[in-house]
Protein backbone atom coordinates (compact mmCIF):
# COMPACT_ATOMS: atom_id res chain seq x y z
CA UNK A 1 0.00 0.00 0.00
CA UNK A 2 1.63 3.12 -1.02
CA UNK A 3 1.50 6.35 1.44
CA UNK A 4 -1.66 8.56 -0.67
CA UNK A 5 -3.73 5.39 -0.63
CA UNK A 6 -2.93 5.10 3.05
CA UNK A 7 -3.66 8.52 4.14
CA UNK A 8 -6.91 8.58 2.14
CA UNK A 9 -7.88 5.28 4.06
CA UNK A 10 -6.68 7.34 7.45
CA UNK A 11 -9.25 10.33 6.38
CA UNK A 12 -12.09 8.39 5.73
CA UNK A 13 -11.49 6.18 9.04
CA UNK A 14 -11.25 9.42 11.17
CA UNK A 15 -14.44 10.99 9.08
CA UNK A 16 -16.59 7.59 9.70
CA UNK A 17 -15.39 7.89 13.58
CA UNK A 18 -16.18 11.37 13.34
CA UNK A 19 -19.73 10.52 11.87
CA UNK A 20 -20.60 7.85 14.09
CA UNK A 21 -19.85 9.76 17.17
CA UNK A 22 -22.01 12.76 15.75
CA UNK A 23 -24.89 10.22 14.79
CA UNK A 24 -24.52 9.40 18.53
CA UNK A 25 -24.95 12.79 19.77
CA UNK A 26 -27.56 13.45 17.68
CA UNK A 27 -29.90 10.50 18.54
CA UNK A 28 -28.77 11.26 22.21
CA UNK A 29 -30.04 14.84 21.90
CA UNK A 30 -33.49 14.22 19.97
CA UNK A 31 -33.97 11.57 22.92
CA UNK A 32 -33.35 13.93 25.65
CA UNK A 33 -35.67 16.64 23.99
CA UNK A 34 -38.50 14.57 23.24
CA UNK A 35 -38.44 13.59 27.11
CA UNK A 36 -38.09 17.27 27.29
CA UNK A 37 -41.07 18.66 25.40
CA UNK A 38 -42.95 15.50 27.09
CA UNK A 39 -41.82 16.97 31.03
CA UNK A 40 -43.12 20.20 29.73
CA UNK A 41 -46.10 18.95 28.30
CA UNK A 42 -47.16 17.13 31.40
CA UNK A 43 -46.17 20.17 33.49
CA UNK A 44 -48.67 22.46 30.86
CA UNK A 45 -51.35 20.09 31.35
CA UNK A 46 -51.28 19.60 34.66
CA UNK A 47 -51.56 23.60 35.10
CA UNK A 48 -54.43 23.47 32.54
CA UNK A 49 -56.67 21.23 34.61
CA UNK A 50 -55.96 22.74 37.67
CA UNK A 51 -57.12 25.98 36.86
CA UNK A 52 -59.81 24.55 35.18
CA UNK A 53 -60.74 22.86 39.29
CA UNK A 54 -60.06 26.68 40.26
CA UNK A 55 -62.57 27.86 37.53
CA UNK A 56 -65.54 24.94 38.38
CA UNK A 57 -64.48 26.09 41.97
CA UNK A 58 -65.53 29.32 41.39
CA UNK A 59 -68.77 28.34 39.27
CA UNK A 60 -67.19 29.96 36.42
CA UNK A 61 -67.17 26.48 34.37
CA UNK A 62 -69.13 23.36 34.87
CA UNK A 63 -67.94 20.06 36.46
CA UNK A 64 -68.64 17.81 34.30
CA UNK A 65 -66.34 19.25 30.85
CA UNK A 66 -63.64 18.22 33.09
CA UNK A 67 -60.90 17.73 31.93
CA UNK A 68 -60.91 19.43 29.14
CA UNK A 69 -58.20 19.19 26.11
CA UNK A 70 -59.29 21.92 23.77
CA UNK A 71 -56.89 24.68 24.93
CA UNK A 72 -53.61 21.86 24.98
CA UNK A 73 -55.23 21.03 21.48
CA UNK A 74 -55.24 24.17 20.18
CA UNK A 75 -52.01 25.67 21.84
CA UNK A 76 -49.68 22.47 21.14
CA UNK A 77 -49.36 21.15 17.70
CA UNK A 78 -47.02 18.78 17.97
CA UNK A 79 -47.47 15.43 16.62
CA UNK A 80 -46.50 12.44 18.19
CA UNK A 81 -47.71 12.91 21.89
CA UNK A 82 -50.36 11.18 23.65
CA UNK A 83 -52.17 12.25 26.57
CA UNK A 84 -53.91 10.27 29.37
CA UNK A 85 -55.96 11.14 32.26
CA UNK A 86 -57.27 9.29 35.08
CA UNK A 87 -59.43 10.36 38.18
CA UNK A 88 -58.54 9.12 41.39
CA UNK A 89 -61.21 6.84 41.49
CA UNK A 90 -59.82 5.41 38.60
CA UNK A 91 -63.39 5.53 37.62
CA UNK A 92 -63.13 8.46 35.06
CA UNK A 93 -60.18 7.82 31.98
CA UNK A 94 -59.65 10.04 29.24
CA UNK A 95 -57.22 9.77 26.40
CA UNK A 96 -55.91 12.08 23.24
CA UNK A 97 -53.10 12.19 21.12
CA UNK A 98 -52.02 14.52 19.26
CA UNK A 99 -50.75 14.21 15.55
CA UNK A 100 -50.90 11.39 12.72
CA UNK A 101 -49.24 7.55 14.03
CA UNK A 102 -46.77 6.96 11.28
CA UNK A 103 -46.04 3.57 10.35
CA UNK A 104 -42.74 1.81 11.17
CA UNK A 105 -41.51 0.88 7.64
CA UNK A 106 -40.17 4.76 7.96
CA UNK A 107 -36.66 3.21 9.39
CA UNK A 108 -34.90 0.28 8.83
CA UNK A 109 -35.65 -2.78 11.62
CA UNK A 110 -31.85 -2.61 12.01
CA UNK A 111 -32.16 1.00 13.22
CA UNK A 112 -35.42 0.59 15.43
CA UNK A 113 -33.46 -2.47 17.21
CA UNK A 114 -30.61 -0.56 18.14
CA UNK A 115 -32.18 2.89 19.28
CA UNK A 116 -34.81 0.45 21.05
CA UNK A 117 -31.54 -0.88 22.32
CA UNK A 118 -30.06 2.21 23.53
CA UNK A 119 -32.39 4.58 24.16
CA UNK A 120 -35.15 4.14 26.42
CA UNK A 121 -38.33 4.18 24.63
CA UNK A 122 -41.89 3.96 25.74
CA UNK A 123 -41.17 6.19 28.71
CA UNK A 124 -44.17 8.03 30.80
CA UNK A 125 -44.05 10.76 32.53
CA UNK A 126 -46.97 11.78 34.95
CA UNK A 127 -47.99 14.63 37.50
CA UNK A 128 -50.75 14.60 39.66
CA UNK A 129 -54.14 16.88 39.45
CA UNK A 130 -54.21 18.43 43.09
CA UNK A 131 -56.52 21.39 44.02
CA UNK A 132 -56.98 22.56 47.46
CA UNK A 133 -55.04 19.82 49.21
CA UNK A 134 -57.13 17.54 47.47
CA UNK A 135 -55.86 14.54 44.74
CA UNK A 136 -58.44 14.24 41.64
CA UNK A 137 -56.08 12.41 39.37
CA UNK A 138 -53.29 11.96 37.27
CA UNK A 139 -52.01 13.20 33.38
CA UNK A 140 -49.86 10.80 31.99
CA UNK A 141 -47.86 11.86 29.10
CA UNK A 142 -46.49 9.21 26.34
CA UNK A 143 -44.33 10.21 22.88
CA UNK A 144 -45.54 7.84 20.45
CA UNK A 145 -42.42 5.45 19.76
CA UNK A 146 -42.89 5.15 15.70
CA UNK A 147 -43.11 8.86 15.68
CA UNK A 148 -39.71 9.24 18.28
CA UNK A 149 -37.84 6.82 16.06
CA UNK A 150 -39.41 8.30 12.38
CA UNK A 151 -38.14 11.83 14.10
CA UNK A 152 -34.69 10.58 14.53
CA UNK A 153 -34.27 8.40 11.61
CA UNK A 154 -35.10 11.38 9.64
CA UNK A 155 -32.29 13.78 11.73
CA UNK A 156 -29.18 10.84 10.87
CA UNK A 157 -30.44 10.37 7.28
CA UNK A 158 -30.05 14.45 7.12
CA UNK A 159 -26.81 14.22 8.36
CA UNK A 160 -25.96 10.75 6.67
CA UNK A 161 -26.60 13.00 3.41
CA UNK A 162 -24.81 16.04 4.66
CA UNK A 163 -21.84 13.61 5.90
CA UNK A 164 -21.30 11.70 2.96
CA UNK A 165 -21.08 14.68 0.75
CA UNK A 166 -18.63 16.16 3.17
CA UNK A 167 -16.71 13.11 3.39
CA UNK A 168 -16.56 12.68 -0.38
CA UNK A 169 -15.53 17.14 -0.87
CA UNK A 170 -12.79 16.41 1.96
CA UNK A 171 -11.57 13.45 0.66
CA UNK A 172 -11.20 14.60 -2.84
CA UNK A 173 -9.67 17.60 -1.54
CA UNK A 174 -7.31 15.88 0.58
CA UNK A 175 -6.52 13.79 -1.92
CA UNK A 176 -5.51 16.02 -4.38
CA UNK A 177 -3.46 17.97 -2.10
CA UNK A 178 -1.56 14.61 -1.18
CA UNK A 179 -1.10 14.02 -4.30
CA UNK A 180 0.48 17.71 -4.72
CA UNK A 181 2.50 17.19 -1.82
CA UNK A 182 3.67 13.54 -2.15
CA UNK A 183 4.78 14.28 -6.07
CA UNK A 184 8.44 14.85 -4.43
CA UNK A 185 8.20 11.41 -3.35
CA UNK A 186 8.75 9.82 -6.49
CA UNK A 187 11.07 12.01 -7.72
CA UNK A 188 13.28 11.40 -4.62
CA UNK A 189 12.47 7.32 -5.43
CA UNK A 190 13.25 7.63 -9.58
CA UNK A 191 16.63 9.41 -8.49
CA UNK A 192 17.79 6.93 -5.62
CA UNK A 193 16.44 3.80 -8.31
CA UNK A 194 19.00 5.92 -10.33
CA UNK A 195 21.83 6.05 -8.03
CA UNK A 196 21.60 2.41 -7.17
CA UNK A 197 22.00 1.59 -10.53
CA UNK A 198 24.96 3.35 -10.56
CA UNK A 199 24.10 6.84 -11.68
CA UNK A 200 25.71 9.48 -9.04
CA UNK A 201 25.46 11.91 -11.56
CA UNK A 202 21.94 12.32 -10.78
CA UNK A 203 20.75 15.45 -9.05
CA UNK A 204 16.98 16.54 -7.25
CA UNK A 205 15.63 19.21 -8.01
CA UNK A 206 14.54 22.15 -5.56
CA UNK A 207 11.58 21.33 -4.05
CA UNK A 208 9.14 23.99 -2.65
CA UNK A 209 8.10 22.58 0.51
CA UNK A 210 11.38 22.65 3.50
CA UNK A 211 11.14 19.05 4.14
CA UNK A 212 11.62 18.00 0.81
CA UNK A 213 14.16 20.77 -0.06
CA UNK A 214 16.02 19.31 2.50
CA UNK A 215 15.93 15.50 1.83
CA UNK A 216 16.72 16.66 -1.70
CA UNK A 217 19.86 18.81 -0.53
CA UNK A 218 21.07 15.74 1.48
CA UNK A 219 20.45 12.61 -0.79
CA UNK A 220 22.07 15.51 -3.96
CA UNK A 221 25.19 15.54 -0.95
CA UNK A 222 25.50 12.12 -0.51
CA UNK A 223 25.40 11.67 -4.39
CA UNK A 224 28.21 13.95 -4.90
CA UNK A 225 30.36 12.61 -1.81
CA UNK A 226 29.82 8.89 -3.36
CA UNK A 227 30.53 10.27 -6.69
CA UNK A 228 33.53 11.70 -5.33
CA UNK A 229 34.48 8.87 -3.50
CA UNK A 230 33.67 6.61 -6.64
CA UNK A 231 36.22 8.67 -8.69
CA UNK A 232 38.93 8.24 -6.31
CA UNK A 233 38.26 4.85 -5.77
CA UNK A 234 39.13 4.12 -9.69
CA UNK A 235 41.52 6.82 -9.87
CA UNK A 236 43.66 4.70 -6.55
CA UNK A 237 42.53 0.82 -8.59
CA UNK A 238 44.06 2.30 -11.76
CA UNK A 239 47.33 3.17 -9.96
CA UNK A 240 47.61 0.09 -8.03
CA UNK A 241 46.84 -1.94 -11.42
CA UNK A 242 49.64 0.56 -13.23
CA UNK A 243 52.13 -0.21 -10.13
CA UNK A 244 51.01 -4.19 -10.33
CA UNK A 245 52.31 -4.12 -14.19
CA UNK A 246 55.34 -2.00 -13.71
CA UNK A 247 56.55 -4.11 -10.76
CA UNK A 248 55.98 -7.56 -13.35
CA UNK A 249 57.67 -5.26 -15.47
CA UNK A 250 60.47 -5.03 -13.76
CA UNK A 251 60.48 -8.42 -11.90
CA UNK A 252 59.81 -10.25 -15.55
CA UNK A 253 63.20 -7.85 -17.04
CA UNK A 254 65.25 -9.24 -14.17
CA UNK A 255 64.57 -12.86 -14.16
CA UNK A 256 65.92 -12.57 -17.97
CA UNK A 257 68.34 -10.59 -18.18
CA UNK A 258 70.06 -11.16 -14.62
CA UNK A 259 68.85 -14.84 -13.61
CA UNK A 260 68.15 -16.25 -17.66
CA UNK A 261 71.89 -15.03 -18.04
CA UNK A 262 73.20 -17.16 -15.05
CA UNK A 263 71.37 -20.04 -16.39
CA UNK A 264 72.44 -20.07 -19.18
CA UNK A 265 75.66 -19.97 -17.79
CA UNK A 266 75.41 -22.59 -15.94
CA UNK A 267 73.83 -25.17 -18.80
CA UNK A 268 76.98 -23.84 -20.55
CA UNK A 269 79.47 -25.31 -18.16
CA UNK A 270 77.34 -28.57 -17.58
CA UNK A 271 77.95 -28.60 -21.37
CA UNK A 272 81.47 -28.38 -20.38
CA UNK A 273 81.76 -30.51 -17.86
CA UNK A 274 80.14 -33.37 -19.29
CA UNK A 275 82.46 -32.96 -22.58
CA UNK A 276 85.75 -32.85 -20.34
CA UNK A 277 84.00 -35.87 -18.11
CA UNK A 278 84.07 -38.04 -21.23
CA UNK A 279 87.63 -37.81 -22.05
CA UNK A 280 89.00 -37.64 -18.23
CA UNK A 281 86.11 -38.64 -15.65
CA UNK A 282 83.77 -40.59 -17.41
CA UNK A 283 81.88 -41.42 -14.00
CA UNK A 284 80.93 -37.85 -13.83
CA UNK A 285 79.18 -37.10 -16.99
CA UNK A 286 75.94 -38.45 -15.60
CA UNK A 287 76.68 -35.85 -12.75
CA UNK A 288 76.66 -33.00 -15.07
CA UNK A 289 74.01 -34.57 -17.38
CA UNK A 290 71.33 -33.86 -14.16
CA UNK A 291 72.62 -30.50 -14.28
CA UNK A 292 71.37 -29.61 -17.40
CA UNK A 293 68.50 -31.24 -16.75
CA UNK A 294 67.86 -29.52 -13.60
CA UNK A 295 68.89 -26.51 -15.45
CA UNK A 296 66.76 -26.73 -18.01
CA UNK A 297 63.72 -27.49 -15.73
CA UNK A 298 64.44 -24.04 -13.66
CA UNK A 299 64.46 -22.18 -17.26
CA UNK A 300 61.73 -23.76 -18.50
CA UNK A 301 59.81 -22.71 -14.88
CA UNK A 302 61.46 -19.40 -15.05
CA UNK A 303 59.87 -19.05 -18.57
CA UNK A 304 56.63 -20.28 -17.19
CA UNK A 305 56.50 -17.31 -14.68
CA UNK A 306 57.99 -14.62 -17.25
CA UNK A 307 54.66 -15.27 -19.91
CA UNK A 308 52.55 -14.65 -16.23
CA UNK A 309 54.54 -11.89 -15.48
CA UNK A 310 54.74 -10.09 -18.42
CA UNK A 311 53.92 -11.70 -21.59
CA UNK A 312 56.23 -10.83 -24.45
CA UNK A 313 53.71 -11.77 -27.59
CA UNK A 314 51.40 -8.72 -25.47
CA UNK A 315 54.22 -6.11 -26.25
CA UNK A 316 55.14 -7.88 -29.43
CA UNK A 317 52.22 -8.97 -31.00
CA UNK A 318 48.90 -7.39 -29.53
CA UNK A 319 46.32 -8.69 -27.47
CA UNK A 320 44.90 -10.84 -30.19
CA UNK A 321 47.37 -13.10 -30.53
CA UNK A 322 48.60 -12.80 -26.92
CA UNK A 323 45.03 -14.93 -26.16
CA UNK A 324 45.29 -17.00 -29.25
CA UNK A 325 48.70 -18.06 -27.51
CA UNK A 326 46.87 -18.44 -23.91
CA UNK A 327 44.31 -20.72 -25.54
CA UNK A 328 46.54 -22.84 -27.18
CA UNK A 329 48.29 -23.45 -24.18
CA UNK A 330 45.93 -24.37 -22.45
CA UNK A 331 44.24 -26.88 -24.45
CA UNK A 332 47.48 -28.48 -24.53
CA UNK A 333 47.44 -28.51 -20.72
CA UNK A 334 44.25 -29.63 -20.18
CA UNK A 335 44.63 -32.72 -22.45
CA UNK A 336 41.56 -32.95 -23.68
CA UNK A 337 39.41 -32.58 -20.87
CA UNK A 338 38.42 -29.46 -21.09
CA UNK A 339 38.19 -27.91 -24.29
CA UNK A 340 38.81 -24.06 -24.94
CA UNK A 341 37.96 -21.65 -27.67
CA UNK A 342 38.29 -18.20 -28.82
CA UNK A 343 36.28 -15.76 -30.42
CA UNK A 344 37.17 -12.19 -31.61
CA UNK A 345 35.01 -9.67 -32.94
CA UNK A 346 35.79 -6.19 -34.07
CA UNK A 347 39.66 -4.59 -34.10
CA UNK A 348 41.53 -5.39 -30.82
CA UNK A 349 44.54 -3.25 -32.31
CA UNK A 350 42.67 -0.23 -31.19
CA UNK A 351 43.02 -0.43 -27.66
CA UNK A 352 45.82 1.22 -25.92
CA UNK A 353 46.92 0.54 -22.51
CA UNK A 354 45.75 -0.39 -19.77
CA UNK A 355 42.98 -1.97 -21.86
CA UNK A 356 45.20 -4.77 -23.09
CA UNK A 357 47.30 -6.18 -19.84
CA UNK A 358 43.68 -5.88 -17.96
CA UNK A 359 41.87 -8.06 -20.65
CA UNK A 360 44.65 -10.55 -20.58
CA UNK A 361 44.63 -10.72 -16.62
CA UNK A 362 40.86 -11.38 -16.64
CA UNK A 363 41.03 -13.62 -18.94
CA UNK A 364 43.97 -15.27 -17.60
CA UNK A 365 42.00 -15.43 -13.93
CA UNK A 366 38.82 -16.58 -15.70
CA UNK A 367 40.62 -19.58 -17.58
CA UNK A 368 42.17 -20.04 -14.08
CA UNK A 369 38.72 -20.41 -12.13
CA UNK A 370 37.56 -22.99 -14.70
CA UNK A 371 40.52 -25.12 -14.69
CA UNK A 372 40.13 -25.21 -10.56
CA UNK A 373 36.70 -24.87 -9.44
CA UNK A 374 34.20 -25.82 -12.32
CA UNK A 375 33.40 -29.42 -13.90
CA UNK A 376 33.19 -28.24 -17.41
CA UNK A 377 34.24 -29.80 -20.82
CA UNK A 378 33.66 -26.72 -22.69
CA UNK A 379 34.93 -23.00 -22.17
CA UNK A 380 34.40 -20.38 -24.73
CA UNK A 381 36.05 -17.08 -24.56
CA UNK A 382 34.44 -13.94 -26.12
CA UNK A 383 36.20 -10.56 -26.88
CA UNK A 384 34.08 -7.72 -28.50
CA UNK A 385 34.76 -4.47 -29.53
CA UNK A 386 31.93 -2.01 -30.39
CA UNK A 387 31.51 1.82 -30.31
CA UNK A 388 34.14 2.14 -28.20
CA UNK A 389 33.02 -0.55 -25.41
CA UNK A 390 34.55 -3.92 -24.74
CA UNK A 391 32.77 -6.59 -24.09
CA UNK A 392 34.46 -9.82 -22.40
CA UNK A 393 32.62 -13.04 -21.87
CA UNK A 394 34.21 -15.98 -20.76
CA UNK A 395 31.56 -19.05 -20.66
CA UNK A 396 31.67 -22.85 -19.24
CA UNK A 397 29.00 -25.93 -19.35
CA UNK A 398 29.90 -26.75 -15.67
CA UNK A 399 26.75 -27.53 -13.43
CA UNK A 400 25.98 -24.72 -11.28
CA UNK A 401 22.79 -24.26 -10.48
CA UNK A 402 23.28 -20.77 -8.97
CA UNK A 403 25.49 -18.32 -7.37
CA UNK A 404 26.68 -18.73 -4.11
CA UNK A 405 29.00 -16.77 -4.25
CA UNK A 406 27.46 -13.99 -5.34
CA UNK A 407 28.02 -12.34 -1.91
CA UNK A 408 31.11 -14.16 -0.94
CA UNK A 409 33.65 -13.90 -3.74
CA UNK A 410 36.70 -15.23 -4.18
CA UNK A 411 39.80 -13.02 -4.46
CA UNK A 412 39.89 -14.42 -8.29
CA UNK A 413 36.60 -12.85 -9.01
CA UNK A 414 37.19 -10.22 -6.54
CA UNK A 415 40.22 -8.85 -8.33
CA UNK A 416 38.75 -9.35 -11.64
CA UNK A 417 35.68 -6.47 -10.52
CA UNK A 418 38.30 -4.20 -9.18
CA UNK A 419 39.95 -4.14 -12.24
CA UNK A 420 36.92 -3.61 -14.24
CA UNK A 421 35.86 -1.08 -11.82
CA UNK A 422 39.36 1.25 -12.13
CA UNK A 423 38.45 1.10 -15.81
CA UNK A 424 34.68 2.55 -15.43
CA UNK A 425 33.17 -0.72 -16.24
CA UNK A 426 31.53 -3.57 -14.45
CA UNK A 427 31.19 -7.09 -14.02
CA UNK A 428 28.38 -9.16 -14.12
CA UNK A 429 27.57 -13.00 -13.51
CA UNK A 430 24.96 -15.15 -14.27
CA UNK A 431 24.03 -19.01 -14.88
CA UNK A 432 24.18 -20.05 -18.35
CA UNK A 433 21.34 -22.18 -19.74
CA UNK A 434 23.61 -25.24 -19.59
CA UNK A 435 23.91 -24.42 -15.99
CA UNK A 436 27.62 -23.10 -15.98
CA UNK A 437 29.09 -19.80 -14.98
CA UNK A 438 28.89 -16.84 -17.48
CA UNK A 439 31.42 -14.28 -16.31
CA UNK A 440 30.71 -11.05 -18.68
CA UNK A 441 32.78 -7.94 -18.22
CA UNK A 442 32.08 -4.63 -19.95
CA UNK A 443 34.97 -1.73 -19.89
CA UNK A 444 34.53 1.39 -21.91
CA UNK A 445 37.88 2.59 -23.40
CA UNK A 446 37.16 5.81 -24.83
CA UNK A 447 38.70 7.84 -22.01
CA UNK A 448 41.44 5.61 -21.85
CA UNK A 449 43.34 6.14 -25.16
CA UNK A 450 46.88 6.74 -24.47
CA UNK A 451 46.84 5.23 -21.07
CA UNK A 452 50.81 4.56 -19.78
CA UNK A 453 51.68 1.21 -17.84
Same mark, same amino acid.
Request: hydrophobic residues 40%.
Given at each position: ????THLLL ?19 ? &? ?74 ? /? ?100 FKLIE??? $? ?81 ? $????? /? ?74 ? &? ?22 NLPFA ?30 ? $? ?15
Open positions: MNLKQIILVAMTCLIATATYVLYH &ANQQIKLESRMTAESLSKQLESQLLRIDANIAQANHFPDFDLWKQTHMQAGICIRYISIDKENTYGLCQGENLSRS /RCPKLFEKIYRRVFNTGFEVSRPISFNGREYGSITVTPNVEMELAKAWDKVVGLLGLSASTVVAVCLLVSITIYRALRPAEVIVSGLENMQNGDLTIRLPTWQR $IGAAINEFSATQNQLLAERKKLVLKLMTLQEEERCYLARELHDELGQCLAAINAFAAAIAQTAKLDCPQLVQEAESISRINQH $IMDTV /RSMLVRLRPTELDELGLESCLKAMIMKWNRQSSGKIHYQLNINGNCQSLKEPLPITLFRIVQEGLTNIAKHSTATD &ASVTLEVVKHIVVLTIADNGNLVENQGIGLLGIRERASGLGGHLKLEVGQSGGL $IVRVELPFQGYSGAQI
